[in-house]
């Protein structure tokens, strides 16, 4: 992401999709090296993934509880099926 495309809203929105991922250190290094110069560049996302951190932090702190591996697993798998179908609407729109 240039200097000059970091605030297109394709790459925002792009960016947005992944943060949870990128929070919990999901991503290739590829991907998180591409969002960490994002948003050093582009203060609006900066401040999405500042927020989306404090909630996390938020949850855990009132979550003593861990959900089972396998609740883990379906849930992370239905977030990114519905942000699958969500990708396919946005293309068929356009």
Request: hydrophobic fraction near 35%; charged fraction near 35%.
């Amino acid at each position: 992401m240039s200097g000059t495309d970091h605030h297109d809203d394709v790459d925002c929105e792009k960016l947005l999709g992944q943060v949870f991922f990128y929070i919990d250190q999901e991503l290739d290094e590829a991907a998180t090296e591409r969002i960490r110069q994002h948003i050093g560049e582009c203060a609006p996302c900066l401040d999405e993934v500042a927020i989306e951190r404090l909630v996390k932090k938020l949850i855990a702190r009132s979550c003593k509880e861990q959900a089972p591996v396998e609740l883990r697993q379906r849930v992370v798998f239905s977030i990114r099926q519905v942000q699958l179908e969500l990708r396919q609407t946005r293309l068929e729109a356009e």
